[in-house]
């Protein structure tokens, strides 16, 4: 028996199977937005979808990292360091080296992750003469690193210097952001962030890796 129409069969089932999956991303907000009677004004993706995106190109949780300048001698932070074995008068220290890593002359200490929290809103699709677009409003979580408790009790007095990007955020505390989706090419990932390279260096910490992949099934 010829097994070559069972396995073109099972591959067409296949096919049929991921284009139904991605048309559903592709215009079901469109469909659950006349459904309710929202028509136009529907959000131009769904918030699952948003969120699945930006977790992927931003790479979240993203790790990160506080600075400790080196001391001015005879500061009080020179003495609040040699106080805690981070500095010798000259040097980091052992207890430093455990803790965190020296760039440059600065020690970069551990200070917990920015966890992706949930996405508020996503507004309708707009056509800015060309490009599709959308705004997407989302918040992030600072979740602090246990073991820098001690340095971040002493912040003020050893001239800790928080992730860039925090602003006056505390730990445990949300963080809202806003940041413009694009839409492209349907059979690819049908939305991408905007400036995405720029807003990777801008937003706090290192990203993870290994979720690029993901904003192409949707």
């Known amino acids: 028996m ?11 089932l296949v096919v ?11 215009f079901g907000p469109v469909i659950a937005g006349k459904a309710n009677g929202s028509g136009s004004a529907a959000p131009a ?7 699945v995106l930006l977790k992927a190109t931003l790479g979240y949780p993203r790790q990160l990292e506080a600075t400790i300048p080196v001391p001015e001698s005879g500061s009080n932070a020179s003495a609040q360091l040699q106080l805690m074995k981070f500095w010798d008068g000259k040097n980091w220290g052992p207890e430093a080296l ?15 992750k920015l966890i992706f929290t949930d996405v508020v809103e996503v507004t309708p699709a707009r056509d800015y003469n ?7 409003d989302y918040r992030a979580r600072w979740e602090f690193d246990e073991a820098a408790r ?11 210097r928080l992730p860039k990007g925090l602003g006056g955020s505390t730990p445990g505390q949300e963080i809202s ?5 694009e ?25 993870s890796e290994g979720l690029a992949w993901l904003p192409w099934l949707m």
């Open 177 to 181: 952001k806003q940041v413009t989706l």
């Open 16 to 26: 049929a199977v991921l284009l139904g999956w991605k048309l559903v991303w592709v």
């Open 98 to 112: 455990k803790v965190g890593r020296v760039e440059g002359r600065a020690l970069k200490v551990p200070a917990g």
């Open 150 to 160: 001690d340095l971040f009790a002493h912040r003020q007095l050893i001239n800790l």
């Open 183 to 207: 839409r492209v090419a349907w059979w690819g990932p049908q939305w991408i962030l905007q400036d995405a390279a720029q807003w990777q260096t801008q937003e706090s910490g290192r990203p």
């Open 2 to 12: 010829n097994p070559w129409p069972k396995r073109l069969l099972k591959w067409g």
């Open 130 to 136: 060309g490009p599709v677009m959308c705004q997407v």
């Open 45 to 51: 993706l769904f918030k699952v979808h948003a969120k």
